[in-house]
């Protein structure tokens, strides 16, 4: 297990300094590995992120979903950016019924819905920051004119759902504007990095139900020796074997792929990272560390 300064980065190269010493705390031998690993898996599966992380929903992304803004007039993304909303219509104020979600696997979770009003006040709520000033010829109120019910698919946790959403239309404009109606009450935060932690194994394949294909981080001047995975019936928790071989080198990092073979079948466990603690997410190039450290979706 190699704690990199360089930072995590989902492209596969990242050039941080230009030039430094690379001091970092290395894990290499298997005893070391299987203390830490014993570690992770226990404190993770106390924690009430496990729980949430396999059973709730944990979305993975903003609840404002992102319109096809090249089928918008120009002046709509900086309205929308500076907040210039109007409402002209009644919004419908009754709370809807629960809604099921219900996962790929099987699995399903019943939520509260938000009323449309509500859904709209976040929506219209002034950004905290605004890096595009408003043109005063260039910037028109967003005329809303009504609000109905529909659907699309987020990404969680556990994999994509379907969930209820509010449908925004504003005059003039051809696509509405939409937002998860899921009530925030129903949702938890992805887990975050600790204090002095980083990840390493950033995502992963299963080319078959007994090995693991990684995405890691290293140095340039590092030697990859190999994948190592610590199993219980609950978690796997996964490390690459990485050590510096010179004692000063670039602040680059890489990213590559690796494998490594299990005892038994992944089935249902979830794959931790050694060095973050944090689940993994298949197949996706998102990495929590980096994407979700300072990210709550119930404020989004």
Not at 204 to 232: F, I, K, Q, S, V
Request: glycine fraction near 6%.
């Amino acid at each position: 297990m190699r704690i990199l300064l360089a930072g995590q980065a989902t492209a596969a190269l990242m050039l941080l300094s230009a030039c430094g010493s690379m001091q970092a705390s290395t894990t290499t031998t298997m005893d070391d590995f299987t203390a830490r690993a014993r570690e992770v898996a226990e404190r993770w599966q106390a924690s009430k992120e496990d729980r949430a992380w396999r059973e709730g929903f944990v979305p993975l992304q903003n609840l404002a979903l992102e319109p096809d803004w090249q089928r918008m007039p120009d002046w709509v993304p900086v309205s929308e950016l500076n907040s210039v909303w109007k409402l002209e219509a009644d919004l419908p104020s009754q709370q809807p019924a629960p809604a099921i979600l219900s996962w790929e696997d099987g699995s399903t979770l019943t939520v509260p819905v938000v009323p449309a009003t509500a859904a709209f006040a976040r929506l219209s709520k002034p950004n905290d920051f605004v890096d595009e000033k408003c043109p005063a010829k260039g910037c028109r109120p967003l005329r809303v004119i009504g609000a109905v019910m529909g659907e699309a698919t987020v990404t969680t946790s556990r994999g994509q759902v379907r969930v209820p959403t509010w449908e925004f239309t504003v005059k003039g404009v051809r696509e509405p504007f939409r937002r998860v109606a899921v009530d925030p009450s129903a949702m938890s935060v992805p887990p975050k990095v600790r204090q002095g932690e980083l990840q390493e194994v950033f995502t992963y394949e299963t080319p078959t139900p007994y090995e693991l294909e990684m995405r890691y981080g290293h140095g340039t001047c590092d030697t990859t020796r190999g994948a190592r995975a610590y199993e219980t019936p609950h978690v796997v928790v996964v490390d690459v074997d990485v050590r510096d071989n010179v004692r000063v080198c670039n602040a680059m990092m890489r990213v590559d792929r690796i494998s490594v073979k299990l005892g038994g079948a992944l089935g249902d466990r979830l794959v931790l990272d050694s060095s973050s603690g944090l689940p993994l997410l298949r197949g996706t190039d998102v990495q929590l560390a980096q994407t979700y450290s300072h990210w709550d979706p119930r404020q989004s």
